[in-house]
């Protein structure tokens, strides 16, 4: 199920797992063109794919059917948004 963004969308964020790296992108309305962008990396047999998470570190990551890769968007709530997206933007272990 596909969830629609449009550029009012500040109320939902988005967080990318690949592997065992954990990131908060910087950019909630680019999640499509994130997963179009991995759909061809994969059709071509594998290739990297850019983001840029919280905190505007380009990210490039090479993505292959054996890649795990999980998007989740979910409602932000204001309380909940850090002041300081930097914490963010790095990656977490995950266990």
């Known amino acids: 199920m596909a969830i629609a963004m449009t ?16 990131f908060l992108l910087a950019d909630s ?5 994130l997963k179009a962008d991995i759909r061809e990396a994969i059709a071509r047999g594998g290739g990297f794919v ?33 002041d300081d997206p930097e914490p963010y933007s790095g990656v977490y272990d995950l266990l």
């Not at 550029?7 to 954990?22: F, K, L, M, Q, T």
């Not at 380009?58 to 909940?80: F, M, P, Q």
């Open 7 to 22: 550029e009012d969308s500040g109320d939902v964020r988005a967080r990318i797992v690949v592997n065992d790296s954990d």
């Open 29 to 33: 309305r680019a999640v499509d063109k």
């Open 50 to 82: 850019d983001f840029t998470p919280a905190g505007g570190s380009l990210v490039s990551v090479l993505v292959s059917t054996a890649t795990h890769i999980v998007i989740a968007v979910e409602e932000a709530h204001v309380a909940d948004l850090p």
